[in-house]
């Protein structure tokens, strides 16, 4: 048996995921998540409109002895949701060509796919989580849905060329955005992490090649080490206040993480482009990735 038969979760759940669109992001409206035998409840004329809406499957619970953690739908990436739908987030992604890193159940990537992006790909390291993730823009490319946006799922392990010039490629070598959701968790990921953040926005043309970053502040030492590499490698990072994207500040329930702990939306700007990226450089072209992710230490032996 193997590991996609071992492991891969069946018993997913669907829900409508409502959240309010830049129109009325700060106006008092909060988003909803209903399963989909409450649809009927949520979906009329008069309530459709404000809101985006997508039906997502994912998984409860994460297995304990795999990572399938991506399968899971987690707070922050709600939260990462809400503010690429708001007007300070959905002016940075309207037009361009957009990369969601770890996208696990890629609400994310799908919000900015329905949001005015021209181009999207929702990628994930674990070939498992990404057959869910296929799942889900399948569903949203239903011919009934209305997006003129191209959207795909591919493989992307952080730090492996081979991956990052194949995605590359497949965008025609420009990403203008980068968002991911609750992937700073280990120290061992930010490097790889941030090294292909930078590769990818190197030859954007935008104002702002940016990675927009729902991140949960688990563990200071990992937080910090996130922060201090990103500006070694060129980026200036900022806190976005809730009060630019929530209505009145208040962070929605479906936002809260576990425990309590400080979720915040993060912009990440290329500003310095002095250094080539570590992927990109012709003199060191082997396939060999950077620091060592569960994905590419299981599957893919360097």
Known sequence: MDLDQL?????YQTSLIRIPSA?????????????LSEVETLVTPSDAQPFIEIELSYSAAASTDYDLTGQVLWPVSVLLGHYLASTSGSH????????????????PGLVAAKTGAAKVAV???????LDLLSQNVSTLRRPHESS??????????????T??????????????????????????????????????????????????LGIVNRAAS????????????????????YEEFLANGALPKSCREFGGRQTEIVEAVLTDRSELPILLREDNAIDCTIGATFENTTFLPC
């Not at 492991?7 to 018993?11: A, Q, S």
């Not at 990992?222 to 206040?241: K, N, W």
């Open 7 to 11: 492991f891969t979760c069946t018993d």
């Open 23 to 35: 129109t009325n992001s700060r106006e008092g409206a909060d988003d909803d998540t209903q399963t």
């Open 92 to 107: 940075r992604i309207r037009g361009r060509s957009v990369v969601e890193l770890g996208a696990g159940t890629g609400l």
């Open 123 to 129: 990628t994930d390291g674990n070939p498992v989580v």
């Open 148 to 161: 003129s946006c191209e959207l795909a799922a591919q493989q992307c392990v952080w730090g492996d060329r």
């Open 163 to 212: 991956h990052c010039h194949r995605l590359l490629r497949k965008m025609d070598d420009v990403v203008d955005v980068v968002v991911a959701a609750d992937v700073v968790q280990w120290p061992a990921v930010v490097e790889p992490l941030l090294h292909t953040v930078k590769a990818f926005l190197w030859k954007s043309t935008a104002p702002e090649p940016v990675m927009l």
């Open 222 to 241: 990992t937080y910090e080490m996130f922060f201090s590499l990103a500006e070694t490698l060129g980026f200036s990072t900022r806190s976005v206040p």
